[in-house]
């Protein structure tokens, strides 16, 4: 059964940092595409970043040069490293993950997605 775990979200200030974290379980982690994406209230859930099988990436525009994404194969895990927080990067974020393979074209869109986690709220106050 995938499981997908987030965590490292909470409060900062404009200007801070957070990492955040995803530790799946239930699969070969390395088979899969990941991505970021966020959601804040009444807004549609949107993606920041996104690895591929082979390990290539790719960072939405409304976050590149502040976002990172990447992980580590042997700990199962996907970070997201978030830098210079403004307060429109208030959202709750999700990690997602693609076992089906569907096209990297999609790579920022919802539905290439079949698994998600729970969550983790992040708040960026002025």
């Known amino acids: 059964q995938v499981q997908l775990v987030e965590s490292g979200g909470g409060s900062v200030q404009a200007g801070g940092s957070l990492r955040l974290s995803c530790a799946a379980s239930?699969?070969?982690?390395?088979?899969?595409?990941m991505a970021w994406f966020r959601q804040a209230p009444g807004k549609e859930r949107e993606g920041v970043a996104a690895?591929?099988?082979?390990?290539?990436?790719s960072i939405a525009n409304s976050v590149k040069v502040r976002f990172t994404i990447s992980q580590d194969n042997a700990k199962n895990t996907l970070y997201l490293q978030m830098n210079s927080l403004k307060p429109e990067d208030t959202a709750m974020y999700y990690c997602?993950?693609?076992?089906?393979?569907?096209?990297?074209?999609?790579?920022?869109?919802?539905?290439?997605?079949?698994?998600w986690g729970q969550g983790t709220q992040v708040t960026v106050s002025s």
């Open positions: 997602a993950a693609d076992s089906d393979g569907r096209s990297w074209s999609l790579r920022f869109w919802p539905l290439k997605y079949n698994y």
């Open positions: 239930g699969y070969t982690y390395s088979r899969y595409s």
């Open positions: 690895i591929a099988r082979d390990g290539s990436t």
